[in-house]
Each structure stands twice: as C-alpha cells, then as structure tokens.
C-alpha cells in the first residue's frame, strides 16, 4: 500500500507543476540573497499624514487667495497645493 502511494506521488511530481497551474520550476524567478529590493514609488505609498494636516503653506496660500480673489483668479496656489498633496502620497 505504501508502495503504491509512493509510486503515484513519484508520478505526480514527475509530470511537473503544470497540473496545479504554476509554471515550471526552471522559469521562476527566484531572489537572491543580498540583491536589492524595489520600493515602490512615492505615489503608492500611503500617506503619512490626514489630508487636512499635509501641506500646511500651500493650503494657507491657496485659502487666503480663495478669500481675497475667487477660486478663478488662484489657479496656480491650487494646482501647487494638489502637486504638493501628491507628492505627500494623496490620490487626489
């Protein structure tokens, strides 16, 4: 009996890892020890701060423009506190 249990697995390992879907043994790509890893970018990265705290001089200067001269005439202070939120990790 254990013979025959034997025998199947030899069988079965044999026929490669085809049958369970995962590639041959020879193509995987396997890390070596002491090689680098990858980090990910900044973007992907979760954001360390509450939106409501990140950026505080851009969001100071975009509001005060806001106040003083409309949304239409601050372009620029909003477009600034958008690229510094992204570069805090933000997905805005």
């Not at 890892?17 to 990265?45: F, H, N, Q, R, Y």
Request: charged share 25%; aromatic share 6%; glycine share 6%.
């Amino acid at each position: 009996m254990l013979f025959a249990i034997c025998s199947s697995f030899k069988n079965y390992i044999s026929m490669g890892s085809t049958e369970i879907g995962l590639p041959p043994p020879s193509t995987m790509a396997v890390p070596e020890l002491g090689s680098p890893t990858t980090e990910k970018p900044v973007s992907d990265t979760k954001p360390k701060k509450k939106i409501c705290c990140a950026c505080p001089d851009t969001k100071r200067l975009r509001d005060e423009c806001i106040v003083e001269h409309g949304e239409a005439a601050c372009a620029k202070w909003i477009r600034a506190h958008r690229e510094c939120l992204r570069a805090e990790g933000f997905k805005i």
